[in-house]
């Protein structure tokens, strides 16, 4: 056998350039690249791989070790699971900081690989710099934190182990049913430690995403479902865009007048003008679809986890017959419904052969597109231009239509997810990129970066509140030195104005979330602006959508970074549509308004309330 004597490290990054994957018709590296933050616990070993493989391996460097998982889970949500970056980064705090990022890929089921330095296999020089000391368990280091947010976990305490852990890797994150983050942890002495690999580990090597057939009775019980419902509802999640299965859906709405109402993850799925294409659904939801989703007979899941905003806390499709079409065998049998096992695309491409010529009553279909019609007519209203202080809603407004096909929209936390959801209209898939299965604040410049990465062809528009652009902006620096522009529209309603509404809405009283509601001695006068040019951005503020139409003229033509700062009304939310959603009132208060929003929540969850 012939082998190569290469470090830990050296053999690592080696594997790593080979690996391929049949992605879009071609054959392309698996992994785009390696964001990396160094410090002492792996400059010295996978920094000095990484720096002799720049040609095939390139490595980007980032201004927080969070900002870079979030751009390399951006890159692979956009990519639809079909490539995926690491991410390296000292024993320390540099590891910690990506642990809320591995939650988010790990809630998401999107990959991402970690490569976190780690203590000394061999204990020699302990306790070295930034090691945790755990006075029971010596095995223990703080990149144990990643355990509960990682698909597959790994020490690498010897280097021939990474002959086993590698494929391993790999093997988790092109799984359609277990993809996830994968955290290897390299021991700093183990990346420098070499050892004599065989050649023949360094090939070349192509994967394949399965596409799982349903099982044949499964198959043939949703069929049978389909033919006997009188209205039937399909959920799209966003199993339906990463198995690329949008094209069959469509085609499957359009001959069978099944309608389609999209989940967060499964937004854009149908463009938004499709004649079955209802929109959203759940606490976010047109009220189209969720009319269609109380009066459905069947709701037939495709693709997704029935989170509470898809599900209205499990009471919107109470009492209906369920089917769930998912990959995973995890989420194919939640909240009692009928599993159907299987790729998206294979499963609807099944359904629709065995359903024929079989199409829904002709009053499901009226009733649905005459209810699409009054959507639309509070969709103009909710988006169009008032002259008094702009709401999400009329921000969301100006931005889709100022923008076209290649337009790409990204969020993450706060108020306008929700927003977005409702009003965002999808023309193409790829156009609505919303991380709300963590709803990590933070998240959305890092994204946009991670998106426009991804394809640079898109015009990628970040929305973001002030409140997440404090907690999280240096990538927009990034962003300008690796040349991947974004435009961000940054709302500032000064606070959290999402949380202070529904604190309300719960009977409290406004406290700590806006500004001016928190302690303070002066309330900052923030000029984001000014802080946007500081990291090397283009950037304005405006008053009024009028203003943010031009700005985004302006942006569009600008060949940086560019950043728009509008104020907005934090009190205003899209009163069309919604659904209820279960958080917990106290059932004791000295205030009124707690009491009573008590009443109305024991109303609701013993179900005197719908």
């Known amino acids: 056998m012939t082998t190569i004597r290469l470090t830990m490290a050296q053999a690592l990054v080696r594997w790593m350039a080979a690996q391929r994957i049949a992605h879009d018709g071609a054959i392309v590296p698996y992994f785009a690249g390696v964001w990396a933050i160094f410090g002492h616990g792996n400059v010295a070993g996978i920094g000095e791989a990484l720096a002799a493989s720049e040609d095939v391996l390139p490595t980007y460097r980032a201004h927080n070790e969070q900002g870079m998982a979030h751009a390399a889970i951006a890159f692979a949500k956009q990519t639809r699971r079909g490539r995926a970056m690491a991410c390296t980064t000292s024993i320390g705090p540099g590891a910690t900081n990506m642990v809320t990022a591995a939650a988010l890929a790990h809630v998401n089921r999107l990959p991402v ?127 339906v865009l990463y198995s690329r299965a949008e094209n069959v859906l469509a085609d499957l709405a359009a001959a069978t007048g099944i309608p389609v109402a999209e989940t967060q993850a499964g937004k854009g799925a149908l ?42 806390s499990r009471t919107l499709f109470a009492g209906k017959r369920l089917v769930q079409v998912n990959v995973a065998p995890f989420d194919g049998g939640k909240h009692g419904a009928e599993p159907v096992i299987g790729d998206a695309r294979e499963v609807l491409s099944a359904l629709g052969e065995a359903l024929g010529e079989w199409q829904c009553e002709d009053r499901w279909i009226t009733a649905n597109a005459d209810a699409v019609a009054d959507w ?84 990628v528009v970040v929305m973001v509140g002030d409140g997440s652009y404090l907690m999280m902006n240096s ?85 940086a970074s560019y950043v728009i700062v509008m104020d907005t009304d934090p009190a205003i939310t899209t009163d069309a549509g919604g659904h209820w959603w279960d958080v917990a009132v106290p059932e004791v208060s000295d205030r009124a308004e707690v009491r009573a929003a008590r009443a109305d929540y024991d109303k609701r969850i013993s179900g005197e309330i719908a």
């Not at 203590?119 to 945790?132: C, E, G, M, N, T």
């Not at 580990?201 to 192509?206: G, I, P, Q, S, T």
């Not at 509070?378 to 969301?396: K, V, Y």
């Not at 919303?434 to 890092?446: Q, R």
Request: net charge negative; with cysteine.
């Open 376 to 459: 639309n007519r509070a969709w103009d209203a909710a988006t169009a231009p008032t002259g008094a202080l702009p709401s999400d809603a009329q921000a969301i407004g100006a931005v889709w239509r100022t923008g076209g096909d290649d337009r790409t929209v990204v969020c993450a936390a706060g108020g306008l997810p929700g927003e977005l959801h409702k009003l965002w209209r999808s023309r193409v898939p790829g156009s609505y990129h919303v991380e709300y299965g963590f709803s990590c604040m933070g998240y959305e410049i890092a994204g946009g970066l991670g998106v426009k990465l991804a394809d640079p062809a898109r015009d």
């Open 475 to 559: 990538e927009l620096a990034t962003s300008v030195m690796l040349g991947l522009k974004i435009t961000v529209v940054l709302l500032d309603n000064r606070g959290y104005g999402c949380i202070n509404r529904l604190q309300q809405g719960t009977g409290g009283r406004p406290f700590n979330n806006l500004l001016a509601d928190a302690a303070h001695v002066a309330l900052p006068d923030i000029d984001f602006a000014t802080h946007a040019r500081s990291l090397g951005a283009t950037a304005e503020k405006v008053a009024g959508v009028a203003e943010l139409e031009a700005a985004l003229a302006r942006a569009s033509a600008s060949p």
């Open 271 to 312: 463009a938004w003008d499709h004649p079955a294409g209802l929109g959203s659904i759940g606490v976010t939801g047109t009220s189209t679809a969720n009319r269609a989703a109380e009066a459905a007979d069947l709701i037939v899941g495709v693709g997704t986890r029935l989170q509470d905003f898809t599900t209205g």
């Open 113 to 239: 690989l970690f490569l976190p330095g780690d203590v000394y296999a061999s204990r020699r020089p302990d306790p070295v710099l930034q090691q945790i000391e755990d006075f029971a368990d010596a095995t223990v280091s703080a990149n144990d934190c990643f355990r509960p947010v990682s698909r597959l976990f790994d020490r690498i305490t010897r280097p021939e182990q990474i002959l086993d852990a590698l494929p391993r890797a790999m093997a988790v994150l092109t799984d359609p049913a277990a993809c996830g983050p994968v955290t290897l942890c390299l021991c700093q002495d183990v990346q420098a430690e070499a050892y004599d690999y065989p050649e023949n580990f360094f090939a070349e090597r192509v994967w394949r995403i399965r596409r799982p057939r349903p099982d044949t009775a499964e198959l043939a019980a949703l069929v049978e479902a389909v033919r006997a419902a009188k209205a039937p509802l399909i959920v799209a999640g966003g199993g």
